[in-house]
């Protein structure tokens, strides 16, 4: 039986950080567990590949939501990375941190040490920004941050202007002193390919005598002496291994894995467990509720002037940039979908902005519900835009079906299910027609296509929100970090309530949803709980 000082399960956004910087002194010996396979795959390694990645069960959980009433019973499809990077291996790339609010928020939610200003360190230790070093941004971490403003489509300037004409301001860094306004996105990539935690993290480690890295490995349970953490047991290639870790086991498998792997040992509802027949360990009601996501709506538009439909649909377009990417790693296919975006108080008085836009010069009117074919666009020049409140307040849940460790738990997001999500939906439908209503955008707009111009009554608007609104693939809080074991899972040293040696970190512990995309966040709790754990162990 194999013995290592710390086990980390789930080599995702938080899982590498943990691989990397746990093994990084050679004095403690690491286990990284990954139930999925390499990241070096073109489609995962080539920016805009993550539309094939984005529906490819090699890659990807694939899971799907249960019929959920707040949109119409529609069911969601909620892609999770399953390869070496995990979710950061199939994301936009998007790197937004969030606004400093959302973090003291956590800290007075009873988490000291989680304030903006004790998180600030991490993510300037966790990013290499193009743009240099300065007090918010750091220069010499592992994730390169790119600064797209010369390599987004032309059209993204008809967006920045509409946000002038607004009165909003342009933001040339959405990471910098203020999150407001209308810019461009950065995102992790270098030289053209994506920096996945994987590649930032992991990569550079995997050299390490006192690292191992077994991929395809699907941990089935954690094992325990009493209420002590003492290893896992996986299943890779047909047969079972066990894992016995020394000091501590560290679940780092997501928002959807993390809580399902702890209900399938033993921790979690106790009722929910003795019907499944699960032996209980530790009775935590927290472990797969509070479950929040971002819920967004897309317009559609054709356009008056080219986009990149006209680039990519036609096959010789697709050829030509293929080529492109093939010689130089530059052109369309060395970016994401969404270009330019921003952030936007629509109320006064808030402490953070509360709605996020998306402007993509692409369009896709007839992909299929849960796959966008990124290199297939529609046949006509067209553009989306897009918009998502920051804080919704309607929470889900998630349970086992069974104690299958194999079969899917069932995913219930409970979207719309407050009347404040509701108007903040509504708001954020009347805004995306408030910038298409702009000179700037209306100049090129030649008709909407969705919703279509009937759909003008608040009403409408939200009834179309319920039949076309979908998730931004922001699952997080199923393993809340709090004070309370009663409510909450981990507390603020990431330890798991009632456990010993065992801790989560991952997107799963977010007291509450960050303000804009969540793959930077995650990738800071990486880096923060290793100075967590290497103290403890010091």
Known sequence: MAEYDFIVVGAGSAGCVLASRLSES?????????????????????????????????????????????LNGRQSYWPRGKALGGSSAINAMIFVRGHSSDFDGWAAMGNPGWGWDEVLPYFKKLESNDRGADS??????PVRIESKENDVHPLCQSFLKAGAELGMRKNTDFNGPELDGFGV??????????MSAARA?????????NLRVETGAFTQTILFDGKRATGIRYRQNGNEHTARARREVILSAGAINSPQLLQLSGVGPGALLQTLGIPVVAALEGVGRHLQDHLCIDYLFRSRVPTLNN??????????????????????????????????????????PNM?????????????PGKRPLMRPDPFPGFALAAQPTRPTSRGHLALRSPDASASPAIHPNYLSTEFDQ??????????????????????????????????????MLDDCRARAGTVYHPVSTCRMGPDPAEDVVDAALRVHG????????????????????????????????????????
């Open 356 to 368: 996020q836009l998306f402007f993509s010069p692409m369009s896709y009117t007839k992909a299929p």
């Open 499 to 538: 456990i010993t040696n065992l801790r989560v970190a991952d997107a799963s512990i977010f007291p509450t949803l960050t303000t804009g995309n969540t793959n930077a966040a995650a990738i800071m709790v990486g880096e923060k709980a290793s100075d967590l754990i290497l103290s403890a162990h010091r």
């Open 136 to 141: 918010l941004r750091g220069a010499d971490g």
């Open 185 to 194: 996105y950065q995102i992790t990539t270098k030289d053209g390919m994506r």
């Open 201 to 209: 993290y992991l990569r550079p480690a995997r050299g390490r005598a």
């Open 26 to 70: 050679g004095r403690f010996s690491v286990l990284l567990v990954e139930a999925g396979g390499s990241d070096r795959s073109f489609w995962l390694m080539m920016p805009i590949g993550y539309g094939k990645a984005f529906y490819d069960k090699r890659c990807n959980w694939m899971y799907m939501t249960e019929p959920d009433q707040g």
């Open 423 to 460: 108007q903040e939906m509504i708001v954020a439908s009347r805004l995306v027609r408030r910038i298409a209503a702009t000179p700037a955008l209306s100049a090129v707009i030649a008709e909407e296509l969705a919703p279509g111009p009937s759909v003008t009554s608040d009403e409408a």
């Open 311 to 352: 680039q990519l649909s036609p096959f010789m377009g697709r050829l030509r940039y293929g080529l492109q990417y093939l010689l130089s790693r530059t052109g369309p296919l060395s970016l994401g979908i969404n270009h330019a975006g921003g952030f936007v108080h629509t109320a006064p008085g808030l402490a953070a």
